[in-house]
């Protein structure tokens, strides 16, 4: 493979990853509502396991603190990007 093609390869990966101009707010507010919704599910389907005590976590303590970092994750992801959407920074 000769160095121009290593080049374009390269180049068409990057305008791959880039996707659209424009739709970069879209998404991550999108993404993020998806993550913090999941996170919501999770919570709400792990509510009737013991979560346990500090020095003993039952099984209800993993999808609690996963699930409220997932939820958390995806609220900043989601303000984030409106943020930088609103700003023009997403176009």
Not at 46 to 68: E, H, Q, V
Not at 73 to 88: T, Y
Request: charge should be positive; glycine fraction near 14%; aromatic fraction near 4%.
């Amino acid at each position: 493979m000769t160095e121009s093609d290593k080049a374009a390869e390269e180049n068409s990966s990057a305008r791959l990853l880039a996707g659209r101009p424009g739709h970069h707010g879209r998404l991550g507010i999108i993404v993020g509502g998806v993550l913090a919704a999941v996170a919501a599910l999770a919570l709400y389907d792990a509510r009737n396991l013991p979560p346990g005590t500090a020095m003993l976590p039952g099984p209800g303590a993993a999808p609690d603190i996963l699930a409220a970092l997932l939820f958390i994750l995806g609220i900043i992801l989601a303000i984030q990007s409106f943020l930088r959407r609103r700003s023009g920074g997403g176009k």
